[in-house]
């Protein structure tokens, strides 16, 4: 038998936090309220108000925290637009630390054993109950059951983004087969077998989707409407959701942490156009922004004593999907041409003011996995004239004309911003696009997870683990059960699946270098474009526990536990 934990006996050959720093790298930071979640104490407060240097966390008061993007549903097995919230509502089996990529154990589970790479034994936290919020299901335990019916409504949700959990686990997606295979020895042990090895699959349980909800919940969740209701463990409980407007969680005071959370109420506010939410906070309506910055707001609220900033590389990940079913995406010709008459270089000068670079199948910022950026600048440099050369050889002299969907998402400009630079930049080589928008849900179930497009531009979810990233270019893409793109190539699954089974780092690094390098060779069936910088910025009174020039400390509590202002009357 090998050590109890091969995550825990890799970590000291992984790259310490301050190295990935020094090279440019950070943690997954893809929209402006996850870059929030760093910002350390550290600068004053509003006009009028001058905060205590000497202050120290205590608990009470509120704050409000202003938000681009309505919440369509915070059911967190279902909906996706509201993660962030529901991270603060229910109870996870664990926290990560992604520059020493390691399992922080503060939360739902207290130990994981891995006696064999496929084997997972979790330890639970005795005493984790559902708050007080007014349900029938109030101070239902979440134990052992409550992870294997989270897991089998997770996993097999129609908006799962990796169904391979279940097939890996049970051979299937079907609810029927993967309960029976999730293991409860006793009430506070939950454990599972994985056919194969699965590298991802650690990382993977610490996203924000694998909330863990009590089996009271779950059996009757269409009921409870989880999508405008909340029902958990986690530090904080809903007061009010009106998903357009407004959004108000109150401190939950069973929480499992003695004395935490520190803060009494959030309240989020919805303000879609970016510049009234700015405007906003710069009012001191909201004490954090959730506005989309770009470099000059930075720096303006940068050189402002009352407000504390942080600026981190993002994940961030927009990308052009081609469906190959259909001509001419099905030339490799005609995808070469698209993309290298990109022009790149704008984008960065535009949408990411001038902060950026070329991102490859796997983002810049994750320097230990990524191509280097002197491959990538080589190979994605703009050539117009080449591109005219290829379309002619594949007989698209005259171009062509197509529809490019995108999804509508008020408040986040910035993809369209792009796309816009995109659909101008193949103007050069005659082809000339027509730029559709499309509700989100509608897009996602419609448009994408079917393939019913020719091309559609789309942020991929930042994700600081490679497997993430290179699963869209798999045979059975990034769901495990079919990619959107109709792209099949055997020898890149074998490459794929190799490195999701390799737990030494630089054989999986020289894995994922091959796979990228074939990647490349194909022009599709994503192009991809550049990765720049997200910028953040709060009230100098509130205090975030650690900042994003740091790693997660190992010893930290869950998210929004410890967040505490000096405003508490």
Known sequence: MTEPNYWQRLSGKRMSRRTLLGVGATTALGGAAALTVGCSGGSSSGPGITPDPNATPGPGGSITWGR????????????LTGLDIDSLLYSYLYSWAPGAEVTIFNNLATSLEMPEVTNFIFTLRE????????SDFDGEDIDSEACKESFVRRGTSITAV??????????STDPAMLRPALETPDKY????????????????????????ISPGVAENAPRLQLSRNAYGSGPFMLEEFVG????????NPDYFIADRPYLDQITYVIITDNSSLLAAFGAGQHDVSGAILVKEDFDEFDADPAVAVARAPSLFYPVVHLNVRRDPYDDIRVREALNISINRDLIIELAQSGEGQYGGPIQWPQVK????????DAFYKRDVTKAKQLMEAAGRADGFTALLKTPRLPGVNV??????????????????????????????????LPGNFDMTFFPNLPYDEPDRPLSFYHSLGVTGSGNWTGYTN????????????????????????????????????????????????????????????????????PFGVDIWTEQTT
Do not use: C
């Open 68 to 79: 681009p993007v309505t919440v369509g549903g915070i059911d967190p097995h279902v909906d």
């Open 127 to 134: 005493g984790v109950r559902n708050a007080p919020a007014g």
């Open 162 to 171: 990796d169904k391979r959990f279940p097939h890996k686990i049970a051979g």
């Open 189 to 212: 042990t939950f454990s599972f077998n994985m056919a194969e090895p699965f590298v991802p699959a650690v990382r993977e349980m610490a996203n924000a989707t694998w909330a863990m």
């Open 244 to 251: 357009n407007e407004r959004i108000v969680i109150r401190r």
């Open 369 to 376: 996995w990524a191509l280097p950026k002197a491959r990538l």
């Open 415 to 448: 993809i369209n911003d792009i796309a816009r630079i995109i659909v101008d930049s193949w103007k050069d080589i005659n082809v000339n696009i027509q730029i559709d928008e499309v509700e989100l849900g509608a897009y996602i179930g419609s448009v994408l």
């Open 490 to 557: 055997p020898t890149l699954d074998k490459l794929i699946d190799a490195q999701a089974a390799e737990f030494d780092v630089e054989a999986r690094q020289a894995i994922i270098t091959e796979a990228q390098e074939l990647i490349l060779s194909e022009h599709g069936p994503q192009l991809t474009t550049t990765g720049g910088y997200g910028y953040s910025a709060r009230r100098g009174y509130v205090h975030f526990p650690f900042s994003i020039a740091d790693d997660t400390p190992l010893d930290s509590n």
